[in-house]
């Protein structure tokens, strides 16, 4: 069992600087942001990995529909149970001031008989609200921070928030915890994206405040950038832009799976525009015998938001290992979400910096017209595509505009050329 307690990512606890088994969490949300999953998996992750003690008190969710919902998302509360590590209460909610002062009551003789390690208490905004402004505030003052602090205990609280009173309607919970952290969710072209903000920390400085989440199968996954003193693979990056309209990309393509086809590794290709079938039948076409494996997956762009594009390419990644990453049609996914190669730029940023510390490379073909973006600073070879008439009709040219130390390359080159070149660094860098 691991020491200590969890805010139920170890990523996340890193973050906050959380230490030992004390404190006084709040996690408040819009609706459907995912309060109640993220307060379920601060219980099973207490229970299941640190052998803490935990009292779930649940206002809302019967226990037999919030185990089934959970346990769809990998969440597997009821095996917490069957350890004899969490104890699941639903309180009946009380009419009238007096009732709701003897539940109140009666939920701090609960949690002192039980003497759980962690409490999570999840649906727990409407009993507040049905408090007057004093009596809320000096409850979550005198019990819920004192038994956290007093008890050496990590009291966890869920709240509503509603669309419009985001930054207000805690009744007064954001002054007294230490940590307080918000879930939300908007809609993107049709698509919802969530989001948790670190809204305050008294444990430590924290180096960023905002960090898109998903719910899948398997429960909350936080997309973190990586850390920087994580970095420092032997990976490379390289970035062509060529002419819109063309199938230049396909020469770079190639030649990036003749060289691993020779030299050895596998490929992933993450396409925007072409589709599965049609790139392996192009690539048993042009690369005839090839042995080492090539992946394909395609990325609808429409139901893929710019936060969660950085999660795709780690989530391949680890699922193939390849040795060079093909990003095509990115300038595709660019249109559908009316942003710029600039506003890409924390994306590739972050899925570079992984991929490199992972060893592998990446080649990003975009689309591109006029002069060069500003945000190619992070790619260690740039080449710039363009169309050019020849006697002989259309060709490509391409110019090196950024390429390793040392290397001795002809600014302007054929497009096989360049494709050569970029195909080689990728696969081999500085040695």
């Not at 999570?120 to 000096?138: H, I, K, M, T």
């Not at 719910?215 to 819109?244: Q, T």
């Not at 710029?340 to 570079?352: Q, T, V, Y």
């Amino acid at each position: 069992m691991e020491k200590g307690c969890t805010i139920g990512f170890e990523e996340l606890d890193e973050i906050l600087g959380i230490d030992g088994c004390r404190g006084f969490v709040v996690v408040a949300g819009h609706p459907g942001a995912g309060k109640t999953t993220f307060a379920s998996n601060i219980a099973y992750r207490n229970a299941t990995r640190y052998g803490r003690k935990v009292l779930f008190i649940e206002f809302i969710e019967r226990k037999e529909l919030l185990y089934r919902n959970m346990e769809r998302l990998g969440i597997l509360l009821h095996e917490a149970e069957k350890m004899g590590l969490l104890r699941f209460v639903r309180p009946p909610l009380p009419g009238g001031s007096d009732g709701l002062r003897s539940l109140l009551q009666h939920l701090s003789s609960a949690i002192a008989h039980y003497d759980p390690d962690v409490v999570v208490l999840d649906g727990f905004s409407p009993l507040l609200y049905a408090l007057n402004p004093g009596e809320a505030r000096s409850y979550l003052q005198t019990t819920l921070y004192e038994m956290a602090h007093s008890r050496g205990r990590l009291v966890v609280l869920s709240m509503e928030a509603g669309w419009r009173d985001e930054y207000g309607g805690l009744a007064d919970a954001e002054f007294v915890a230490d940590v307080v952290l918000f879930l939300g969710v908007r809609l993107e072209r049709g698509v919802a994206s969530r989001y948790l903000e670190i809204r305050k920390c008294r444990w430590s400085p924290v180096p960023f405040a905002r960090i898109p989440f998903v719910i899948s199968n398997r429960g909350i996954e936080l997309i973190l950038p990586p850390r920087s003193e994580k970095s420092g693979g032997v990976g490379l990056a390289a970035l062509v832009l060529y002419p819109m309209g063309t199938d230049v990309y396909r020469v770079f393509l190639r030649k990036a799976v003749e060289h691993l086809d020779r030299e050895g590794g596998s490929a992933l290709i993450l396409s925007f525009t072409e589709p599965k079938q049609f790139l392996e039948k192009f690539l048993h076409r042009e690369v005839l015998g090839a042995s080492k494996p090539v992946h394909v997956a395609y990325i609808n762009p429409v139901l893929t938001p710019p936060q969660e594009l950085y999660r795709f390419v780690v989530e391949q990644h680890r699922r193939r290992n390849p040795r060079i990453v093909v990003v095509l049609g990115a300038r595709s996914y660019a249109d559908t979400w009316a942003v710029s190669f600039e506003d890409l730029a924390e994306i590739a940023h972050n899925a570079i910096t992984y991929l490199k510390s992972r060893g592998a490379s990446l080649l990003l073909m975009y689309a591109a017209i006029g002069d060069l973006p500003r945000t190619v600073e992070f790619y260690d070879v740039v080449a710039e595509v363009k169309e050019v008439e020849e006697r002989e009709g259309v060709a490509y040219r391409a110019k090196i505009s950024k390429g390793l130390p040392g290397d001795e390359v002809p600014r302007v080159v054929d497009a096989e050329y360049a494709a050569d070149y970029v195909a080689r660094t990728l696969l081999w860098g500085f040695a």
